[in-house]
């Protein structure tokens, strides 16, 4: 988290127990005085007894059940005011307790929505930008309302996306689709980089209509896990990455013989493991795993299960001792596996899908020098530097590949291999 996010959040959390301390000293300033003044004046009434007593000495016998009687009528009149008072504490309780969580709401005006950018979705503010002149004309909404069109920016954001209950946009030109026809154009358009917040978007602007469709909902996970990679912003990572894994979490459930489904939440799981803690990293680690070895025999031919699957054998083979210690105090066993497992899914990508991608040429060429097989590790150097870079992964991966040519042409001229022609 950035420096300046922490210094607002601090400042946020100070004005945040201002406020709860300002509520205490209203309480006690306006209505404590006055219950315990109606306190004070019914534990004041033994006093009254005893001068009471005191002059009922004087009466006769006649006197006396008269006397008592009016004592009674004196105690009852104070219990009843006591529980008067008594009802009405609780019925300020009872406020406060309701209007303590709106502080946040009161907070993030006073500072400007400086600590609500998380709960901004790129996808919100494309779409209100098309919409400005439908709104401009719906001036009987609320703004909470208008707010909540791209369903990111509500208190309860999460929640909201999760049941699926978030108002439908002020777009009136979203076009009325089938279902087959909206998944192939979701399909279609998530194939570019720069078409992924478009899919999301179409699947948003539908979410009403298909949300019991098994198909729609995986590929809506699906797309809050490209939203996550698009993201640059640690917040809205975590929200998306939390909000897919919960309508994975769904599709599993509704569709447990689906591929897709498992696919897509075991990637989910991935991403939200990113924010938490090594024993939570671990948990969600076999959640991934457990899912993806579902997906894979469900989905025996998807290269992209096995590039999963590699980078997680890969992942897990270089595990250090220290790690694997406390993964072990913690779990009792952790998972295994090898330098070779992990190539032998990279393998099966290129066998199922040739020249899938460039992380898997950047994978299998990294396991090949862990190998120390040179030169098939230089000849998949040179076919991942022959695909074109699209993603910001892409880029990264380019440049650990030229990092890992740079190191083999010294160990091949070192070692006396002839480096081969075509490199």
């Known amino acids: 988290m950035h420096h300046s996010t922490n210094k607002e959040l601090i400042l946020a959390i100070m004005v945040g127990t201002a406020g709860i301390s300002l509520l205490v000293l209203w309480y006690q300033k306006v209505r404590k005085p006055r219950t315990a003044m109606n306190l004070r004046t019914f534990f004041s009434l033994g006093n009254t007894f005893d001068s009471t007593t005191l002059q009922d000495k004087t009466h006769n016998g006649q006197g006396t059940a008269a006397i008592f009687q009016r004592r009674q009528l004196q105690i009852l009149d104070k219990l009843n005011e006591l529980l008067a008072n008594m009802e009405e504490l609780k019925e300020e309780i009872r406020f406060l307790k309701e209007t303590i969580p709106k502080l946040e ?3 993030q005006d006073e500072l400007g929505g400086k600590i609500t950018v998380h709960r901004i979705s790129p996808q919100h503010r494309a779409r209100k930008r098309r919409a400005t002149a439908v709104q401009n004309s719906a001036t009987s909404n609320s703004s909470e309302e208008a707010e909540s069109e791209g369903g990111y920016i509500t208190a309860n954001t999460d929640t909201e996306e999760q049941s699926f209950s978030v108002p439908k946009p002020f777009n009136t030109e979203i076009e009325d689709l089938k279902l087959d026809i909206l998944l192939q154009k979701a399909d279609h358009l998530r194939m570019t980089q720069s078409g992924k917040m478009e899919s999301f978007e179409l699947l948003c602007e539908h979410k009403e209509k298909f949300k019991d469709e098994i198909e729609f909902v995986w590929r809506f996970a699906r797309a809050y896990g490209d939203m996550f990679e698009l993201s640059t912003n640690t917040w809205e990572k975590k929200h998306y990455a939390n909000i897919g894994k919960t309508l994975g979490e769904k599709a599993i459930t509704r569709a447990p013989l689906n591929g897709h489904c498992h696919m897509w939440y075991a990637v989910l799981c991935g991403c939200v493991s990113q924010f938490e803690g090594l024993q939570n990293k671990i948990n969600y680690g076999h959640h991934f795993k457990e899912h993806l070895d579902i997906a894979i025999q469900l989905l025996p031919e998807e290269p992209f299960l096995y590039y999963l699957n590699g980078r997680y054998c890969y ?5 250090s001792w220290i790690e694997k210690k406390m993964a072990t105090t ?22 199922i899908h040739p020249g899938y991608s460039l992380l898997n040429y950047m994978y299998l060429a990294k396991c090949y020098v862990d190998l120390e097989e040179n030169q098939n590790a230089w000849k998949f150097c040179n076919l991942a530097l022959s695909l074109p870079t699209v993603t910001k992964e892409d880029k990264e991966a380019q440049t650990e590949v030229k990092a890992i040519i740079k190191s ?3 160990v091949l001229d070192l070692g006396g291999d002839r480096i081969p022609k075509e490199c």
């Open 105 to 107: 709401e009161y907070i």
């Open 315 to 319: 992942t897990v083979s270089k595990l």
């Open 330 to 351: 913690l779990f009792g066993k952790i998972p295994s596996s090898t330098v070779q497992e992990a190539l032998r899914n990279f393998l099966k990508v290129e066998e």
């Open 408 to 410: 083999l042409k010294r």
